[in-house]
């Protein structure tokens, strides 16, 4: 794989991630070709030819990006053909009940829940709280859902309300810790407990280590974002015959970018002959400059065909543009499965894959994995109790206007699993 690499480096900025509201560090430097990677070797030697675009490039900004790196180019590759390895990922994964097996009781006392959303206007920030929400009737506790307005202010101070309410635990889902810190902190005083969603700071993907002083979730249930970044990878090497060029857009900002990693990385030791290229921006750009950008950089490199979107808001932003600009022979494929993006597939408008996963099963975990807190058992492993995913394209989307729900019986099987 070659290298074609035009970078821009984070230091202070918030926006929207993930099809997600997130925040993180940045501003744009001029971009370069080449340039040294954190371990301070150059990061096109990768690969069996050593001339690839290394995983380090696409990396988060966390503290720990070596060993992320470490832990993500370490994964056995999945055995069989390419077009084998596509099919059975285009099938729920897991294909059965994979969750906890031990039981864990329910607090004798109903509890009253605070659920944090991100932002409200994004169905993917929503969805894990509405299946936590869920699982919470069925057990008789209280719920209130947070708008947290896509702002660090707003996140800080709906999580003040929410320990001031005296709540029983506090759920959020794609926030970055780092811009919550006095809400965390708060609830730390109050001694309310704290679990996250879909951040990808933990297992199963590669742990993020906590930075010296700051106060954070008690666990983060995600799916592992690293797969669903080789999932896409697969696809565009099976589509494009293994001659695949590859444009990986990057967001920085957040933990769950190691799915680009994941991606950078698959594409390395499955197609030899594919060639890379990458540029960073800001969550925040994404509903400014982030359209035209691409189209600009995809005007002047032509010989593109496949652009890799780190999260759906990202890629919905960018296809109307792409399609308004005629570049109508560079497939995009994302990650989240939002409706939106489903609908582009199923149109031919750009998109033409998604690695979708199922939030509602996101939230009855968050749920499971409260109540092992409260009864100071050992959280199930991995802490995302094996949510299902898949990997759709125009053969296999779900009906219009739903999103992509796993087959399995998952409810019935926590609420086995929650006794008296």
């Not at 991100?118 to 919470?136: D, F, I, Q």
């Not at 087959?407 to 099987?413: A, E, G, H, Q, R």
């Amino acid at each position: 794989m070659r290298l074609k690499e035009q970078r821009s480096w984070l230091t202070v900025a918030s926006g929207l991630t993930l099809g997600l509201v997130l925040a993180g560090c940045g501003s744009s430097s001029t971009p370069s070709s080449g340039g040294s990677s954190a371990t301070g070797g150059t990061n096109n030697n990768c690969g069996a030819n050593h001339n690839q675009l290394c995983p380090i490039v696409v990396v988060p900004q966390v503290t720990n990006p070596e060993e992320i790196v470490k832990a993500i180019q370490g994964e056995v590759m999945s055995p069989g053909s390419i077009d084998q390895i596509v099919a059975n990922l285009q099938k729920s994964v897991p294909a059965a009940w994979s969750g906890p097996t031990d039981t864990t009781k329910i607090p004798a006392k109903p509890l009253t829940l605070a659920l944090i959303s991100c932002s409200a206007s994004l169905h993917g920030c929503v969805t894990p709280l509405t299946g936590a929400a869920e699982a919470a009737g069925h057990l008789g506790w209280k719920t209130t859902i947070y708008d947290g307005g896509g702002s660090p202010a707003a996140w800080n101070k709906v999580l003040l309300n929410a320990v001031a309410s005296r709540v029983d635990a506090i759920l959020f889902t794609s926030i970055n810790p780092l811009l919550i810190q006095q809400g965390l902190e708060a609830a730390k005083a109050a001694g309310i407990p704290v679990l996250s969603a879909s951040s990808g700071s933990s297992d199963p993907n590669p742990t993020v280590a906590i930075p010296s002083g700051k106060v954070w979730p008690l666990l983060d249930v995600s799916q592992s974002f690293v797969d669903t970044g080789r999932q896409i990878a697969d696809w565009i090497i099976n589509d494009s015959g293994g001659k695949a060029n590859v444009l990986v857009l990057t967001d920085k900002e957040y933990s769950s970018g190691v799915s680009m990693a994941g991606s950078v990385d698959e594409l390395n030791k499955r197609c030899p002959d594919c060639v890379l290229s990458t540029f960073d921006f800001l969550g925040a750009s994404v509903g400014t400059t982030l359209a035209n950008r691409t189209v600009d950089y995809l005007r002047t490199h032509p010989d593109i065909s496949y652009v890799i979107a780190p999260y759906d808001p990202a890629a919905a932003a960018i296809a109307p543009a792409m399609a308004q600009a005629s570049i109508t022979k560079v497939k995009m494929c994302s990650l989240l499965g939002d409706q939106q993006n489903l609908d582009f597939i199923r149109k031919g408008q750009v998109q033409t894959c998604d690695a979708a996963y199922d939030n509602y099963y996101t939230g009855w975990a968050m749920v499971d994995q409260l109540m092992r807190y409260l009864n100071k058992q050992k959280f199930s492993v991995p802490l995302g109790e094996n949510t299902p995913s898949v990997l759709l394209d125009k053969s296999n989307l779900p009906p219009s206007g739903s999103d992509w729900l796993t087959s399995i019986d998952y409810k019935s099987k926590y609420l086995a699993l929650w006794t008296k």
